[in-house]
């Protein structure tokens, strides 16, 4: 079966990106196309797979998030990004509401947060911290972990701690502990280590049926307000938060709402045959480069030091 889409990236997060509103597949062939089009060994990669879908009377258009493993996650903020200046685009609109798999999102184009850097802010919220929404069976208490965690549903589910500087093996033992899917979080849950940076964040994320991941949107949002419930950053105040793909600005106001701003950027735009019987992505022709776009975005992260 052949596919449109375009790649793109959200704060060096990377989708293939389908506007599937006229497709009728079902979950286990989009499970299927993720896999093969989210594969970094493929003519293509990604860390998931985005999917402009339709909306209903209450929103504009939806969106949905397969993970390169295949599994749906509820959201994912640096891809709604991506999803929404499709939807925008397509509908000739600036702001819209957007349904998500178990919630819902206020989009909005934003000033550019550089010379030519498509911006796109997101509003989610409220978020939870009961351990139930999380996923957890048990408390915090019972991670193999020694530090302190703050439990955010963006309504997919975090785990957020603090740290001087962030160890990577041990941000990725717990995170493969994570996704063997204990007794304590069977749904799994992503892991966060932040780090403080004067007044700024710097996340890096394990992230669910992903793995180590240079941007995780939802992440930044729960990091983000985990900081502020803490008393890392002051509440409503606005936030830069970094990663190793680029960096978003973010808000968390008194009642649990978050909004985070950042670029949508697209890459290419392509052509792919998939074989759906075997989920192995084949001949990929790419029809128009966005060069001037990705230019933008590189100059933006170059100008940070």
């Known amino acids: 079966m052949r596919f449109a889409f375009t790649k793109c990236h959200g704060s060096g997060n990377d989708f293939p990106l389908i506007d599937a509103r006229d497709l009728a597949l079902d979950d286990a062939d ?75 999102a206020a989009v909005a184009r934003e000033a550019e947060l550089a010379p030519g850097v498509v911006t796109v802010r997101t509003t ?49 033992a717990l995170g493969e502990y994570c ?27 394990f992230e669910r049926g992903v793995g180590l991941t240079d941007s995780c949107g939802s992440a930044m949002a729960a990091s983000v307000l985990a900081a502020s419930l803490t008393g890392h950053v002051p509440i409503d ?23 985070i701003s950042g670029n949508a950027t697209f890459v290419y735009d392509a052509h792919i045959d998939i074989d759906l019987a075997r989920g192995r992505a084949d001949a990929l022709e790419i029809l128009a480069r966005r060069d001037g776009e990705v230019a933008a975005w590189d100059a933006a992260v170059a100008a940070l030091g």
Not at 185 to 202: K, Q, Y
């Open 124 to 172: 989610v919220g409220p978020a939870s911290t009961e351990l139930a929404d999380v996923g957890l069976r048990g408390p915090l208490s019972e991670l193999p972990s020694d530090r302190s965690f703050t439990a955010v549903a963006m309504p997919n589910p975090h785990l957020v701690t603090f740290v001087d500087a962030v160890d990577e093996g041990e941000l990725v």
């Open 30 to 104: 989009w499970a299927r196309v993720a896999q093969a089009l989210a594969d970094r060994s493929g003519p293509v990669g990604g860390d998931g797979l985005l999917l402009l879908v339709n909306g209903d009377s209450d929103h504009a258009f939806g969106m949905r998030m397969f993970n390169s493993d295949g599994s749906e996650a509820e959201t994912c903020l640096n891809g709604l990004r991506c999803v929404a200046r499709a939807g925008f685009e397509a509908l000739g609109v600036d702001t819209a509401h957007v349904k998500l798999k178990t919630s819902s």
């Open 237 to 259: 105040a606005d936030i830069r938060v970094f990663n190793k793909g680029g960096l978003v600005r973010g808000r968390a106001g008194a009642d649990r709402v978050v909004t």
């Open 179 to 205: 996704e063997g899917a204990p007794a304590l979080i069977p749904g799994r849950a992503n892991v966060s280590f932040v780090a403080l940076r004067g007044p700024d964040l710097f996340v890096r994320t």
